[in-house]
């Protein structure tokens, strides 16, 4: 998707979001998952139902300091509980590590609600885990992209 929105994805943000390691910390176990070339999607899902990866970081996909994304994510995490919804502490980190966003993998809500409990942060994308899918969702409710998972517990 392009565009000359400030919430235009550029072909190069599609692809550091295709290459998004996700974790999600469960109890005492991390649980990753990454996009995979291969059919069908492997590994365990230890979710029942669709899985949102949502964060206030850096608003329309530009940075901003470590402050500013701390009280976004504050902000971002009292809208969950207000709304008594599941979540796991969770992040999004580049393969090679230089690049991670603080996350909250949300269980609970639909798709429209998982991109409206962003939208005030300025979101450009939320990731949505499903048995068989791992997906990149538009604010606008596009997907933007969608490839089978792979995962491990570590």
Avoid: C
């Avoid at 492997?42 to 701390?70: C, E, H, M």
């Avoid at 980190?93 to 690049?99: F, I, L």
């Amino acid at each position: 998707m392009t565009g000359e929105d400030e919430y235009s994805i550029s072909a190069d943000l599609l692809a550091a979001f295709q290459q998004t390691i996700i974790k999600i910390q469960v109890g005492s176990r991390q649980w990753l998952a990454y996009q995979s070339h291969r059919s069908p999607t492997s590994g365990s899902f230890p979710f029942g139902a669709a899985v949102y990866i949502l964060t206030a970081w850096n608003p329309a996909a530009k940075r901003v300091s470590q402050q500013d994304n701390t009280q976004a994510q504050q902000a971002l995490l009292q809208e969950i509980r207000r709304h008594k919804l599941m979540y796991y502490p969770a992040w999004g980190e580049s393969p090679d590590g230089r690049w991670r966003e603080e996350s909250l993998a949300v269980l609970g809500l639909s798709r429209q609600q998982a991109l409206a409990l962003v939208q005030p942060f300025g979101q450009v994308a939320i990731f949505e885990l499903t048995v068989t899918k791992l997906a990149i969702i538009h604010h606008t409710n596009d997907r933007l992209w969608a490839r089978p998972w792979r995962s491990w517990i570590l």
